[in-house]
């Protein structure tokens, strides 16, 4: 069963707009969440991270929320920008430390 | 070159081949990592290797067969695979196989099995 949801194949946004992209997890166990971006024919590229211990993690245009009672976290990016579009995967940390489990990625389109 | 790099980035094989996918990591990391990437489903851990040894083989079939001779290079020899197997290999690199917070990945390879 799955233990890192992103329930929304896909999101359109208009330029400067807000978008906001949604992750779901099912293991309280988990300690350390990312969030990667991976444009066609590349791999998946690291883009922001927050711990369980924090709510909160700001970089730039991009925001990771965590809420770690409903057991959600999202990314916020504002202004979006044509650039941002690509497939945005969600990931935590398993509690042995080398595990990774990933979402099935949510695919940004920001309208010019 | 930099990073993580994977080659061949495209690779059609019959059942009945025998092929390898193969990894090189110039970050200096000590675990590298393969993930298997198929439509429509998450990333799937299929084994980390830390400092050469193999720390984690996540229930992968015998045919998929990993190789690390040291810690900048790792291989994923392919035997008698399956259609289903057809999706794109990931493999990735960290500083550190626990606590690792981040993964550098690779660019993938496309594998078509026929």
């Known amino acids: 069963d799955q233990q890192v949801k992103q329930n929304s194949p896909s999101l359109s946004v208009q330029e400067g707009r807000i978008s906001i992209l949604n992750c779901d997890y099912t293991n309280s166990m988990f300690d350390y969440f990312l969030w990667y971006k991976k444009y066609p024919a590349e791999g998946p590229t690291f883009l922001i991270s927050?711990?369980?211990?924090?709510d909160k993690n700001e970089d730039g245009r991009f925001t990771v929320f965590l809420n770690k009672s409903a057991k959600h976290l999202s990314l916020h990016i504002v202004p979006s920008q044509p650039g941002d579009s690509a497939v945005y995967f969600c990931a935590a940390r398993g509690d042995t430390g080398n595990q990774f489990y990933f979402g099935t990625g949510t695919s940004l389109t920001v309208i010019p | 070159e930099t990073g993580v790099t994977q080659t061949p980035r495209h690779l059609v094989m019959g059942m009945t081949n025998k092929k390898s996918l193969k990894c090189e990591q110039h970050l200096g990391h000590n675990a590298m990592y393969w993930y298997k990437q198929s439509a429509k489903k998450p990333l799937e851990l299929m084994f980390v290797y830390s400092l050469e040894e193999r720390v984690e083989n996540n229930s992968v079939p015998s045919r998929f067969s990993p190789e690390c001779p040291n810690s900048s290079h790792l291989f994923l020899h392919l035997h008698t695979l399956q259609p289903e197997d057809s999706a794109l290999y990931l493999c990735?690199?960290?500083?550190?196989?626990?606590?690792?917070?981040?993964?550098?990945f690779g660019a993938g390879s496309r594998l078509t099995v026929l």
């Open positions: 927050i711990s369980s211990i924090k």
């Open positions: 990735a690199s960290s500083g550190s196989p626990y606590g690792a917070n981040v993964l550098t």
